[in-house]
């Protein structure tokens, strides 16, 4: 089974901040796959697509940002999954505003979220679908920058890359990360 893990924060204080995107893009597919996200067993809320997208488990950890890892360790070894079957969605500061990539591992690129998840699974061999945010802030104010939410314009950009992140997720929990990338890099 596919799993779709969302980075973000908890909170009315956080929704619709530039570092809550990968809790957007697990909104976006629970809306289209009919999924009601409930408590887990960990740190995290979840919810099953149901037929036919019936191998597809999403996830929004109830944990902060930095401390992702725990809510992440927790649902793989609940679940006895594999962290190449898990998709782990987030922001990333180093590409441009709406641009998506996917990823077999890597580095945390400075995201504190994957630093920790890298961190809590000994391994950087994780599957990751980054959206971009930008990075139009001056100097020290980066922490204002991703808990700030995006501009009207931006908004509508980002709108249409959550919409394009949730068929990329969709198409890895069918053909897997290689064919992701192939239709959505």
């Known amino acids: ?12 204080k956080y929704s619709g901040t530039r570092h809550n995107v990968g809790f957007e893009i697990i909104d976006k597919l629970a809306e289209s796959l009919s999924v009601q996200l409930k408590s887990g067993r960990g740190p995290y809320l979840s919810g099953k697509a149901p037929f036919p997208h019936q191998g597809i488990q999403l996830v929004k950890p109830t944990t902060f ?4 890892g725990f809510a992440v360790q927790q649902l793989l070894d609940w679940h006895s999954t594999e962290q190449e079957e898990c998709l782990i969605c987030f922001d990333d500061l180093n590409l441009d505003t709406g641009s998506i990539r996917l990823r077999p591992g890597g580095s ?7 630093k920790d998840i890298i961190q809590k699974l000994g391994t950087d ?9 930008g990075n139009d802030f001056r100097e020290g104010r980066q922490v204002q920058y991703v808990l700030s939410p995006f501009s009207g314009k931006q908004r509508e950009v980002i709108d249409i890359s959550i919409a394009k992140a ?7 929990s069918e053909k897997g990360i290689d064919a992701a990338m192939n239709d959505f890099n």
Not at 65 to 68: G, K, L, R, T
Not at 108 to 114: D, K, L, R, S, V
Not at 166 to 172: K, Q, R, Y
């Open 166 to 172: 949730a068929e990329a997720a969709v198409t890895f």
């Open 65 to 68: 940002m930095n401390e992702s």
């Open 125 to 133: 061999q994780f599957p990751r679908l980054r959206v971009g945010i």
């Open 1 to 12: 089974m596919a799993v779709i893990v969302g980075l973000g924060n908890p909170g009315k």
């Open 108 to 114: 945390a690129g400075g995201h504190n979220g994957i």
